[in-house]
Structures are given as structure tokens and as C-alpha cells.
């Protein structure tokens, strides 16, 4: 099992930045990647950015150039650094893991607000 504590959420001005975090324990030596996706009501939860164990990123094109994943192998943490935020970005951020025997996990979510 893993467990998902993320942090950081909150309210930020349009242009603004912000840093979530994501902290992982219990079997994380199986985990393939980690990343965070996104949901606002009535839409279906979207793909931020992935960060694999061999440090390869991925990003939404929504995101690229303004969001940035990175990890803490010491602390066992994943961020996700949040620049030049635009309204849209405004939603419930959830971290996401995924192991290499096939098994999703998910934090409870932390809201991330921007205001215009």
C-alpha cells in the first residue's frame, strides 16, 4: 500500500505562483511514476504532469512552460510548482501514483484557486 498526503493548495492571484506538495510513504519502492491530475465540478479528473522514477516529465499542454514537476527522492515528495496561474487553473489537485504492479493510487486532493 501507499499512501498520498498532498499540501500546499489555496488561493493565488492570476499571475501568481504557488507550490503543491505530495508526500509519499508505505511501499513506494514499487511506485513506476507519480504525478497530479486535476478536477473541477462536472469535468472529468485531467492529467497534469507525470514525473517517472528515472526522472522523465510529462505535461499537459495547458501547462507547459508554466508548471513545473519535481521530486525529493529523500523525503519522498513530489511537487508541482505553479507559475504565471491563470483562472482556468483553478481546481480540486489531486496526487496520483502509479506502481509497477498495476495499481493506482490517489491523494484526497487539495483546492487550488486563482483568482482574475
Known amino acids: 500500500q501507499v499512501q498520498l498526503v498532498e499540501s500546499g493548495g489555496g488561493l493565488v492571484q492570476a499571475g501568481g505562483s504557488l507550490r503543491l506538495s505530495c508526500a509519499a510513504s508505505?511501499?513506494?519502492?514499487?511506485?513506476?511514476?507519480m504525478g497530479w491530475y486535476r478536477q473541477t465540478p462536472g469535468k472529468q479528473r485531467e492529467l497534469v504532469a507525470t514525473?517517472?522514477?528515472?526522472?522523465?516529465?510529462n505535461y499537459a499542454d495547458s501547462v507547459k512552460g508554466r508548471f513545473t514537476i519535481s521530486r525529493d527522492s529523500a523525503k519522498n515528495t513530489v511537487y508541482l510548482q505553479m507559475n504565471r496561474a491563470k483562472p482556468e487553473d483553478t481546481a480540486v489537485y489531486y496526487c496520483?501514483?502509479?506502481?509497477?504492479?498495476?495499481?493506482?493510487?490517489w491523494g484526497k486532493g487539495t483546492l487550488v484557486t486563482v483568482s482574475s
Open positions: 508505505g511501499d513506494i519502492f514499487r511506485l513506476n511514476h
Open positions: 496520483h501514483a502509479y506502481s509497477y504492479l498495476g495499481t493506482d493510487y
Open positions: 514525473i517517472h522514477t528515472v526522472g522523465s516529465t
